[in-house]
């Protein structure tokens, strides 16, 4: 299906740039939120609710015999099911924005293809097969050209591992990641690369510009440092960033030290970048195990921002302050306290399918 060798020209979009769909994996693995469960699939009917309001939701499900119930559930909410376009496809967890595929875009030549990065569930997983095919089937069910980004190892040629919540873009080729997630020896995803071979590839597919590089993710985050959690653009040179403000919290520290490094950040075109801080919630603990919990997991769709929040003091702050940055698009609160505990929240489980229009 490799029709398109040369891919200069083509970008990863921003993610607040139209959208022509998202895609969203019903949940199923019990095994990810033990004990609370029950709850989770209220959440991501929710999630799916607000986002069908925009565009389309492509939904992924494991056998066809739950297409019926699942339709059934979403109908309760009054859910409009032409704007729900279900698909068997089966997947070892949730999580899209790690498994799906990332696409991208060329607006001149109207084309669209999508990545399909190695996937290796976290290096901390060992079932991931299903997971580790989503790209494919579904590039097989749009019919959308994929292209396996390869890397030489020791004379070997083998995928290159990335997920899409370790990086966030601006569009116009800056990248903000963390060196814990893509070069930290524990949870190696690409073991063996050097900082120069990750960039190098990252650019070649990416067509990035300009890296920025962060320090550490937060505590509880068993991604180890994906950025999606911590820092997120919201404009070419506008940043949110997660600031914590008791010097007691084990986030203190490496928040602080990613501060610093974007305060003297700048773009692509060397521009200086916003910052704009949003403060973390209280330390959120679920059955004595600190989860991730952060405002900065939220996700855009055409008209709106679903902004995670935990029943905790600083929700209205965080989302006042999206508000204020981002006031062309509804903001919208989704309540994340149960579903935190399968260490993801709404962008975790979310991909966007960008539009060439």
């Given at each position: 299906?490799?029709?398109?060798?040369?891919?200069?020209?083509?970008?990863?979009?921003?993610?607040?740039?139209?959208?022509?769909?998202?895609?969203?994996?019903?949940?199923?693995?019990?095994?990810?939120?033990?004990?609370?469960?029950?709850?989770?699939?209220?959440?991501?009917?929710?999630?799916i609710l607000n986002i069908s309001k925009s565009q389309k939701?492509?939904?992924?499900?494991?056998?066809?015999?739950?297409?019926?119930?699942?339709?059934?559930?979403?109908?309760?909410?009054?859910?409009?099911?032409?704007?729900?376009?279900?698909?068997?496809?089966?997947?070892?967890?949730?999580?899209?924005?790690?498994?799906?595929?990332?696409?991208?875009?060329?607006?001149?030549?109207?084309?669209?293809?999508?990545?399909?990065?190695?996937?290796?569930?976290?290096?901390?997983?060992?079932?991931?097969?299903?997971?580790?095919?989503?790209?494919?089937?579904?590039?097989?069910?749009?019919?959308?050209?994929?292209?396996?980004?390869?890397?030489?190892?020791?004379?070997?040629?083998?995928?290159?591992?990335?997920?899409?919540?370790?990086?966030?873009?601006?569009?116009?080729?800056?990248?903000?990641?963390?060196?814990?997630?893509?070069?930290?020896k524990i949870q190696q995803r690409n073991p063996g690369l050097?900082?120069?071979?990750?960039?190098?590839?990252?650019?070649?597919?990416?067509?990035?510009?300009?890296?920025?590089?962060?320090?550490?993710?937060?505590?509880?985050?068993?991604?180890?440092?994906?950025?999606?959690?911590?820092?997120?653009?919201?404009?070419?040179?506008?940043?949110?960033?997660?600031?914590?403000?008791?010097?007691?919290?084990?986030?203190?520290?490496?928040?602080?030290?990613?501060?610093?490094?974007?305060?003297?950040?700048?773009?692509?075109?060397?521009?200086?970048?916003?910052?704009?801080?949003?403060?973390?919630?209280?330390?959120?603990?679920?059955?004595?195990?600190?989860?991730?919990?952060?405002?900065?997991?939220?996700?855009?769709?055409?008209?709106?921002?679903?902004?995670?929040?935990?029943?905790?003091?600083?929700?209205?702050?965080?989302?006042?302050?999206?508000?204020?940055?981002?006031?062309?698009?509804?903001?919208?609160?989704?309540?994340?306290?149960?579903?935190?505990?399968?260490?993801?929240?709404?962008?975790?489980?979310?991909?966007?399918?960008?539009?060439?229009?």
């Amino acid at each position: 299906m490799d029709r398109i060798n040369n891919i200069d020209g083509f970008r990863m979009p921003a993610e607040w740039e139209r959208q022509d769909s998202t895609w969203i994996a019903w949940p199923h693995n019990k095994n990810d939120w033990p004990g609370l469960f029950t709850n989770i699939p209220n959440v991501f009917r929710e999630i799916i609710l607000n986002i069908s309001k925009s565009q389309k939701v492509n939904l992924l499900v494991e056998e066809h015999k739950q297409i019926a119930k699942i339709k059934r559930f979403l109908l309760q909410k009054n859910i409009k099911l032409s704007k729900v376009h279900i698909h068997v496809v089966r997947t070892n967890r949730v999580w899209t924005r790690d498994t799906g595929p990332i696409y991208l875009i060329n607006k001149k030549k109207n084309e669209k293809i999508l990545l399909n990065w190695g996937f290796n569930a976290w290096a901390k997983y060992k079932d991931y097969q299903y997971d580790n095919s989503v790209p494919l089937q579904i590039s097989n069910i749009q019919n959308i050209q994929s292209i396996t980004p390869m890397i030489r190892i020791k004379n070997n040629s083998i995928p290159f591992v990335l997920e899409g919540g370790s990086i966030d873009v601006n569009g116009q080729g800056t990248l903000i990641t963390t060196k814990e997630c893509l070069l930290g020896k524990i949870q190696q995803r690409n073991p063996g690369l050097s900082k120069i071979k990750i960039e190098n590839t990252i650019s070649k597919y990416l067509n990035i510009k300009k890296f920025i590089w962060l320090n550490k993710g937060i505590v509880g985050d068993d991604t180890h440092g994906h950025v999606d959690d911590i820092t997120r653009f919201f404009g070419t040179n506008k940043i949110f960033t997660a600031v914590e403000h008791n010097k007691k919290d084990k986030n203190y520290l490496p928040l602080k030290e990613n501060l610093k490094i974007l305060e003297k950040s700048t773009n692509q075109d060397n521009k200086q970048n916003e910052i704009v801080e949003i403060p973390m919630p209280n330390s959120l603990y679920i059955k004595k195990t600190r989860v991730p919990a952060s405002y900065l997991n939220f996700y855009f769709t055409n008209d709106s921002v679903l902004v995670p929040i935990f029943n905790d003091k600083n929700d209205d702050i965080a989302l006042n302050i999206i508000q204020k940055n981002i006031k062309n698009k509804k903001i919208i609160p989704i309540n994340c306290k149960d579903l935190i505990w399968g260490f993801g929240a709404i962008h975790c489980m979310t991909q966007q399918e960008p539009s060439l229009k």
